[in-house]
């Protein structure tokens, strides 16, 4: 008898080192390495190609039964990787580019650990990575709750099991992982980004509002225009009273483009003698509020007059000595000396300021035009005309938005009394000034939002100096969570309130759920 034919030998399996499985884990998917070796391997020098290993080894190394906890890992690390180097760059090219010729100061030596980069970079990965696990724990603890076998639990913890089970509650939970952010410490930054997140919040509670039918007999005029003259009124009050509040970027447009209210050196000026900057000229008229607006006494009708300027008010003299003597008003002889009509000033102010502003606006629209150049070569004649309107709307309301602001200083001059509101007028001009928004009501909704984002930054800015109210430790942070859990809870009810579709990838992002905009493709088909 034959005997029994013995099995054939196993095959030894290969040992790979689990340091190399991990990295590959959690640094590139299965899927990601068959796309880069499909264009980039293959198309490589032999010698990399054999040393390359197959999509099919790459699979079978990182596959395992936590596909979405190794994603979020990735993405997360992805995203520490790119803020920093993206800031870094900044950085970079900041200090050579716009410090140019700037004398540079020493900046003192710490330790890496409390670099702002690093720790923004670490706050932002950390959220996305607290997101998704918290997002996904919620989901299944809810999947987990509502089963029948968890029927006992329910009956006897019937609040924490209502808390639980509600379709909200992932959404809600996963936006604590907002409180990474306070490892970034406190700065402008961290401000600026808790009043993006509330003002974004209010926006999206708004859509929802008006989607239900709250706002269904609104008149014609209704708007986010209407918030313009608020944000505008207290931007020039605050420009004018408390420039330390006030962003200076902002303040910077506005004086670079109001050519006939603040008057430049003359080249024929001596230069060894003094004359007031655009920002000396604000801070006299901000004087001028606080002694009720005093009248013009000129030099040249009373020579004599030992002082024709009160002393808080000398550092003008250059520029109203020279005054037109008709003028009744000392305002009026800052802003317009060789002029005495303000009405003339006004409308000069409106031919000089409109083609610089429409030459500005128009660099700026193409540019953000750029992406869409596919619409523009299909149909170049709807597109042009499209972005000259667009142009001509948004020059001609901020032209006249600044120049509102500046000839009601005029305006109410010749119109109320001294005594008369002498400081608040200053938010009534910049009220007026911003009823012109009324020109962008149907497509200016987001540079609205940006305005009423520096109002309220300089708001709390202002309460802050004048004692009105204290800040608090974590204030910030608080408003930042608040603003992501309203966001995530109005995403999870209806995501077409949630204007904007890179805002909803990112919202997705957040998730763990891709980066396909679901709610776009929905409306398209509707």
Known sequence: MAPYPSPPPSPVPSQVDPILRNVLRYTISAKEYKTLHDYLITRSPSALQKRAPPPSRVDS?????NDYNEAAIRASLRVFIASQTGLQVWDLISTRLFNRGKPQKSKPK?????????????????????HRLLFRFLTRLRSNLTAKDAAPFRRRNPRI?????SSLAPAAGASLAGFALGIYPV????????????????????????????????????????????ATGQLLHAFVFDRDCFPKAYGDFILSHTPNYLQRRPASYPPSLPWPEPNAVVDSLANMSRLKWPPFISPILFPNNPTPLPSALAAISPITSRAHPAIPHLSCALLHPSNPSCSKTFLTYFLTAFPSLARFFTIVFALFSLPRYKSFLSSPSKELNALAKRVLRMTLFITMAIGTSWGSICLFANTFPRQFLPTQRWFLGGFLGGLWGFLERKGGRSNFLYSVRLSIDSTWKVGNKRGWWRSFKGGDLGVFVMGLMVINLIYERDASAVQGSMVRKGMRVLRGEGLADRTAETLKEE
Do not use: C, H, V
């Not at 190394?61 to 039964?65: A, D, I, W």
């Open 61 to 65: 190394l990182t596959r395992t039964g």
């Open 110 to 130: 710490s330790s890496i650990l409390r670099s702002p980069n690093l720790r923004l970079s670490l706050s932002l990965s950390l959220i996305l990575l607290l």
């Open 161 to 165: 099991a209502t808390a639980l089970t």
């Open 187 to 230: 700065d402008q930054l961290r401000l600026t980004i808790a009043i993006y997140f509330a003002t974004r919040a209010a926006e999206y509670t708004y859509n929802t509002l008006e989607t239900e039918g709250w706002f269904r007999n609104k008149p014609w005029w209704w708007g986010s225009w209407m918030m313009m003259p608020l």
